[in-house]
């Protein structure tokens, strides 16, 4: 499997497949679909401007939490292909570091992270609810501009990132990635632009980890 830049040559009838935060979880999805390592390149797009590679064709799917949102209608998703427990990133010494679960509720106690750039409002109120179920307000204090800047923020404490269990594949060791328990994991899926279609091979593994993920 490949790792590169969105820009460089592909070889013919290789998957150019899009992430963000870790890798573990694409791979995954190609090893379960029966794609070989040779058949994918994995490429990591930009959270403040996800779709940007996709509809520019230099991917030709990335893999989505949650929904698309409703103002991109010119995208479209496979049927859940796999579910991404929920975390909380934290500081190493941070007060929620050495629990082994927590509630939204605590995470309520911390200031949270706002929409990056173009990413949809309607998806990140998904990942980032504004209200716990006691009726707490979930503060966002900090708006989110990229991976450095985020892991800057939550390592001096100033907030923390309410996100995915995936990511605890890829954090350095002075950060944490603490569950939540009492929110839904988030549906995964795989998008594409709906004006190109799906070439024939890049079909077969939308259906491929769409039939795995239902065994």
Avoid at 19 to 28: C, N, T, V
Avoid at 120 to 145: A, C, F, K, N, Q
Avoid at 161 to 176: I, N, T
């Amino acid at each position: 499997m490949h790792h590169t830049t969105p820009h460089a040559a592909t070889p013919p009838g290789v998957i150019r497949l899009g992430y963000h935060g870790s890798p573990a979880l694409s791979a995954a999805l190609l090893r379960k679909a029966g794609i070989g390592m040779e058949e994918a390149q994995l490429l990591e797009h930009d959270v403040a401007d996800p779709f940007r590679a996709l509809r520019a064709g230099e991917l030709d799917l990335m893999v989505v939490k949650f929904s698309l949102g409703q103002a991109e209608p010119d995208l479209r998703r496979s049927r859940p292909v796999a579910h991404d427990a929920r975390a909380v990133l934290v500081s190493a010494d941070h007060p929620l570091a050495t629990r082994a679960s927590v509630s939204i509720e605590d995470v309520a106690d911390y200031g949270v992270f706002d929409c990056p750039g173009t990413m949809p409002v309607d998806v990140w109120e998904e990942s980032v609810p504004r209200t716990t179920p006691s009726g707490r307000t979930v503060r966002r204090t900090h708006t989110l501009v990229d991976v450095p800047q985020m892991l800057t923020v939550v390592r001096a404490g100033e907030a923390v990132h309410l996100s995915l269990a995936s990511l605890a594949a890829v954090v350095p060791k002075d950060v944490k990635a603490v569950p939540v328990h009492d929110l839904p994991p988030a549906p995964v899926a795989l998008a594409w632009c709906a004006e190109r279609g799906l070439p024939p091979h890049i079909e077969r593994f939308v259906r491929a980890a769409e039939a795995a993920a239902e065994q």
